[in-house]
């Protein structure tokens, strides 16, 4: 599985991290995905080989980093090293690095992928834990990530709070914070994928104990081990990873905030509607007529002038699935979806819904959202996608992942398919593809 581009309008820089007497590598980048939404992409070629006494000893060294955590029963993540990284986003003061550790007990392998990384001054370390019982061939996967607190932010804050005029005196300053500033402040949502080849993306929980630390599901891990893999090397059975993760903070001052959920409050629980949009199998949702109005031109133009829609306050939506149609009234109402786009069978259905009524900030959403789901897998796909939808950015990025990952874009069935339905898309692939090839002759 080939590891996800970066998008060439996203201004960020993979990290590659080799320590010293250490052959492990690990590649990690963070993008700001829009105001309050970041994707931190992260792969490791392999996971190292450590016994329990260097695990414990290791931890014992992390004190360069402390947890946020207050209880002490909640399990942080082992920290093997932590070190200063580099900004690799959009945003001044975020940056990655990552190591792989691999754990054997008495009567389970155990498989962790760590990464610690900076999203605008805040530090966070991610985890990937796979567990495997030699008396089964069950491999248990968990994720977790943890909000954690460095000595340099700690002697900050003790700064502010014991300068000239005390906390008083810094939350009367006349200075203006940063707009998209997420320092200290904590995600509202945050959701993952591994290797590109889950069929559901796993949210992360914030934990019953703590409120600076998250954890999934115990999910099926058997795609990160080789079954019938036999080596002197303890690592080769455990496959390269990847994972896209990300992290959504709320933007909206309180007042702002307590504004757009009184709205979308009206359309969840369907208070005073004035219009109803009817679907297949008499399923309906209500809304509003001066806020749809207010969001997009189409329905301006549908109520504002003498026709039927105007007349009888129904709707009848014909080709949008309901599920769609929902998510698209819940971000006219609060500028946000009901829930994350977390795969592109979403995503591209509410592109189509977005352009169709002209919410042009949902559909750049969606876009922003595509552009962190290009794979070998389904590059072909999003290429027609983009081509027929006339999303020029998002093609020109696959255009540019295929070139470099033609060898493998190439044996697909789907590029048979390519040759046959769309010449033209194949025939500018295939070029990039040899020019690409003519740099190393």
């Given at each position: ?32 995905i829009r105001s309050g939404l970041y994707c931190m992409h992260s792969k490791w070629e392999k996971p190292q080989c450590k016994s329990n006494d260097d695990s414990i000893a290791a931890s014992q060294k992390s004190d360069e980093i402390t947890p946020f955590t207050l209880v002490d029963s909640v399990v942080q993540p082992q920290l093997s090293s932590v070190a200063a990284v580099d900004p690799v986003s959009s945003t001044q003061g975020n940056g990655a690095n990552g190591t792989a550790d691999k754990i054997f007990g008495a009567h389970h392998q155990q498989a962790d992928y760590v990464v610690d990384f900076v999203i605008d001054g805040q530090s966070y370390v991610f985890k ?314």
């Open positions: 599985m080939a590891f996800c581009t970066v998008p060439a309008s996203v201004v960020s820089l993979p990290t590659i991290r080799r320590e010293e007497n250490d052959n492990r590598e690990v590649e990690v980048c963070v993008e700001r990937a834990s796979f567990t495997k019982s030699t008396t089964t061939t069950k491999i248990v996967g968990l994720l977790t990530l943890s909000q954690v607190e460095t000595k340099s932010s700690k002697a900050s804050t003790a700064e502010e709070s014991i300068g000239e005029g005390g906390k008083d005196a810094v939350n009367l300053s006349n200075e203006t914070p940063e707009e998209d500033s997420t320092h200290h402040q904590l995600p509202s949502a945050i959701w993952a994928n591994l290797n590109g080849a889950m069929t559901k993306i796993l949210p992360l929980n914030k934990s019953l104990n703590s409120d600076h630390h998250w954890e999934s599901a115990n999910f099926d891990g058997s795609f990160t081990y080789f079954e019938r893999l036999f080596s002197v090397d303890e690592w080769k059975p455990w496959k390269p990873l990847t994972c896209l993760l990300w992290i959504e903070f709320e933007t909206f001052s309180g007042g702002e905030k307590n504004v757009l959920k009184k709205l979308a409050d009206m359309y969840v629980h369907q208070k005073h509607c004035d219009v109803q949009f009817t679907f297949k199998g008499d399923e309906r949702v209500g809304g509003h007529v001066n806020i749809l109005v207010a969001r997009s031109p189409v329905f301006a133009a549908m109520f504002e002038h003498d026709m039927k829609e105007a007349a009888t306050g129904v709707v009848a939506i014909v080709d949008v699935q309901p599920d769609i149609f929902k998510q698209l009234l819940h971000y006219i109402y609060s500028g946000r979806l009901l829930t994350p786009l977390t795969e592109e069978a979403t995503a591209q259905p509410l592109f189509v819904a977005a352009d169709k009524y002209d919410i042009g900030d949902l559909k750049e959403e969606c876009v922003r959202f595509l552009l962190t789901c290009v794979r070998v897998d389904n590059a072909i796909n999003l290429l027609v996608w983009a081509h027929l939808h006339s999303v020029d950015e998002l093609q020109q990025t696959v255009v540019s992942f295929m070139t470099l990952q033609g060898k493998e874009v190439c044996h697909l069935k789907e590029w048979e398919d390519l040759t046959k339905n769309y010449p033209d898309l194949c025939v500018l692939v295939t070029r990039r593809i040899i020019d690409r090839m003519c740099l190393f002759i």
